[in-house]
Nanobody, 120 residues
Framework: HVQLVESGGSSVQAGGSLRLSCEVS????????VAWFRQAPGREREGVAA???????TYANSVAARFTISKDNVKNTLYLQVNSLQLEDSAMYYC???????????????WGQGTQVTVS
């Protein structure tokens, strides 16, 4: 059973940066398809970035120039580097994982509890 624990969310000023982390247990991140999603109050959850088990990445158009998804196979951790933060980036950020590719769709079986990013 895959478990995901996010951390790294914080309150930051516009233009700032954060690195979000997602610790993976119950499987190895190198074998998984993993992704980051976010949900702001009153809005639907949306896919932000995904990385497959070969290391290929996919980004939402709104973040492609500012966010970077990566994973550390030794630490078994997924990361999301978020730069040049904008007010509209404020949201709860979730990591998700599965044994099969889902890209930025919501079709993942395993989800973390989320970490809050607030931009002011």
């Amino acid at each position: 059973h895959v478990q995901l624990v996010e951390s790294g969310g914080s309150s930051v000023q516009a233009g700032g940066s954060l690195r979000l982390s997602c610790e993976v247990s119950g499987s190895t991140v190198s074998r998984l398809y993993v992704a980051w999603f976010r949900q702001a109050p009153g809005r639907e959850r949306e896919g932000v970035a995904a990385i497959d088990n070969s290391g290929s990445t996919t980004y939402a158009n709104s973040v492609a120039a500012r966010f970077t998804i990566s994973k550390d196979n030794v630490k078994n951790t997924l990361y999301l580097q978020v730069n040049s933060l904008q007010l509209e980036d404020s949201a709860m950020y979730y990591c998700a994982a599965d044994c099969y590719g889902s890209g930025l769709s919501q079709d993942y079986n395993y989800w973390g509890q989320g970490t809050q990013v607030t931009v002011s």
